[in-house]
């Protein structure tokens, strides 16, 4: 089974912090990767895509790096609206799995003002 | 947000008895899936549907089954629901199997 690891956390950060989360997955040939944003009793939402070159929204920038197999997502400038647990998913693409996600289990974010 | 619906939102059975959990989608996606989550486990794949009629097994398929009819319903069936099937169950759709997923609000199903 392919693998998609992440630090569970939790990470307590105060606000205005700047704090980057990684994710890490075994399937050299994985294509597609994902940051999700889950708040408690919620269902999970997308946040970005993760683009080879890298993407910006916001405060909100996400990277891949292929050679060590990890995908990143940093936020800068924290509020406490962040304070979340953030998922990253990274598809399968061999087989069957091409038509699947693979989640990490989370790494929960706590703002504190 | 995307079109996603499921009902019940929160369900309590017995062990033993049969249940249905229902997913609607009002965007016309092809792919549609069933996911499972617990403290401890994340986001894991029961089942999924890649059109009409066309499903296949997840990560953690046992004791589940699901049908899809039509493009905008899919269901899942737990036949004989045990306590360890108590969890919070999400849908999600995707326009195209390698596309990002969205998910629907999630039914929290408690099994006595």
């Known amino acids: 089974r392919k693998e998609v690891e992440q630090d569970p956390g939790p990470f307590n950060v105060p606000e205005g912090a700047t704090v980057a989360f990684n994710c890490t997955y075994s399937?050299?040939?994985?294509?597609?990767f994902f940051w999700y944003r889950q708040d408690c009793r919620k269902e999970p939402k997308l946040l970005m895509s993760?683009?080879?070159s890298g993407n910006e929204d916001g405060r909100f920038t996400a990277q891949l790096n292929r050679a060590s197999q990890y995908i990143s997502l940093l936020i800068r400038d924290s509020k406490l609206s962040d304070s979340a647990t953030y998922l990253c998913?990274?598809?399968?693409?061999?087989?069957?799995?091409?038509?699947?996600?693979?989640f990490g289990k989370g790494t929960k974010l706590s703002v504190i003002p | 947000d995307a079109g996603i619906t499921q009902s019940p939102r929160h369900k309590v059975t017995e062990t033993g008895t049969p249940v249905t959990l229902r997913c609607h989608q009002t965007e016309n996606h092809r792919y549609m899936y069933w996911y499972r989550q617990d403290p401890g486990h994340g986001l894991r794949l029961i089942h999924y549907s890649y059109g009409v009629k066309d499903t296949d097994k997840g990560e953690v398929s046992d004791g589940y089954s699901v049908s899809r009819s039509k493009t905008e319903d899919f269901l899942l069936t737990l036949e004989s629901a045990t306590s360890s099937q108590t969890s919070v169950y999400f849908c999600a759709i995707s326009p195209t199997g390698d596309y990002e997923q969205y998910f629907g609000p999630g039914t929290r199903l408690t099994v006595t």
């Open positions: 998913a990274v598809n399968d693409p061999s087989g069957a799995g091409s038509y699947q996600l693979t």
């Open positions: 399937n050299s040939a994985s294509q597609s």
């Open positions: 993760v683009y080879s």
